[in-house]
């Protein structure tokens, strides 16, 4: 068997018991090389598609898409479209990635418990960065949401600004520093299905939530923090996006 025929069937079958096939595989240095690298590759290549999918992927995968769609400055005629094309990509692929419904089994989520659970999940990331955010990175990731923040100098230094999941949706959120600590601060579509109350607090945290023309306003820091004053100044300084 020539060089050709041994690697055209090896690529073929590598399994191949034939007489003549196992002869070429085994006798020849060459050949017994090239089988073993072929048998690696083969297995390299069953183990990644077997590969489990991570837990966090079908959030990720809304997010990336909602945060895609263009840009209506009129209207909520971009989150409409987001959330229909969310819709039939996720029940194409598994339905419980998203809640449909309210019932008891799948109740409405409470604001205050979300923004809570969140803050204090980044807290180890959020506590110490620093990422020097300039106002047209602010309003960058606020111009989904509809809004923008009139002056950086206004609110205070922003340290870190980027897109979360919030309660199956996406939102902005911001870190900002307050007069003690560090502040939260949310920007959730107003079409979020949550519970709603005007202000939350446990043993670490408490907040504010405010509603705006297309957006609910949710702050959260640490007890010392005058999280009250901190959403006035905040709320003042954003503005709808025209």
Same mark, same amino acid.
């Given at each position: 068997?020539?060089?050709?025929?041994?690697?055209?069937?090896?690529?073929?079958?590598?399994?191949?018991?034939?007489?003549?096939?196992?002869?070429?595989?085994?006798?020849?240095?060459?050949?017994?090389?090239?089988?073993?690298?072929?048998?690696?590759?083969?297995?390299?290549?069953?183990?990644?598609?077997?590969?489990?999918?991570?837990?966090?992927?079908?959030?990720?995968?809304?997010?990336?898409?909602?945060?895609?769609?263009?840009?209506?400055?009129?209207?909520?005629?971009?989150?409409?479209?987001?959330?229909?094309?969310?819709?039939?990509?996720?029940?194409?692929?598994?339905?419980?990635?998203?809640?449909?419904?309210?019932?008891?089994?799948?109740?409405?989520?409470?604001?205050?418990?979300?923004?809570?659970?969140?803050?204090?999940?980044?807290?180890?990331?959020?506590?110490y960065v620093d990422e020097e955010v300039s106002l047209s990175t602010v309003n960058?990731?606020?111009?989904?949401?509809?809004?923008?923040?009139?002056?950086?100098?206004?609110?205070?230094?922003?340290?870190?600004?980027?897109?979360?999941?919030?309660?199956?949706?996406?939102?902005?959120?911001?870190?900002?520093?307050g007069e003690h600590d560090r502040v939260h601060v949310f920007v959730v579509p107003?079409?979020?299905?949550l519970q709603l109350v005007n202000s939350f607090s446990d043993a670490h945290y408490?907040?504010?939530?405010?509603?705006?023309?297309?957006?609910?306003?949710?702050?959260?820091?640490?007890?010392? /923090?005058?999280?009250?004053?901190?959403?006035?100044?905040?709320?003042?300084?954003? /503005?709808?996006?025209?």
């Amino acid at each position: 068997m020539d060089d050709l025929e041994f690697r055209r069937r090896a690529y073929a079958d590598p399994n191949d018991k034939s007489s003549d096939f196992i002869s070429a595989s085994t006798t020849n240095a060459s050949n017994r090389q090239f089988m073993s690298e072929i048998k690696d590759f083969n297995h390299k290549l069953t183990h990644a598609l077997h590969e489990p999918v991570p837990a966090t992927l079908p959030d990720k995968l809304m997010l990336s898409h909602l945060l895609r769609q263009p840009d209506h400055s009129q209207g909520f005629g971009w989150r409409h479209l987001a959330i229909a094309a969310s819709v039939t990509f996720v029940l194409g692929f598994a339905t419980r990635f998203i809640p449909l419904t309210s019932g008891a089994d799948n109740p409405i989520p409470s604001v205050a418990t979300v923004a809570m659970n969140h803050v204090q999940l980044e807290m180890p990331f959020t506590h110490y960065v620093d990422e020097e955010v300039s106002l047209s990175t602010v309003n960058a990731k606020l111009k989904p949401y509809g809004t923008r923040l009139s002056n950086v100098a206004d609110v205070g230094k922003v340290y870190y600004a980027n897109h979360c999941m919030f309660a199956g949706g996406p939102a902005a959120h911001l870190v900002i520093q307050g007069e003690h600590d560090r502040v939260h601060v949310f920007v959730v579509p107003a079409d979020r299905a949550l519970q709603l109350v005007n202000s939350f607090s446990d043993a670490h945290y408490h907040g504010e939530v405010i509603p705006m023309t297309l957006n609910r306003l949710v702050v959260v820091s640490e007890l010392e /923090e005058d999280v009250g004053k901190m959403a006035s100044k905040i709320k003042a300084s954003l /503005e709808r996006a025209i």
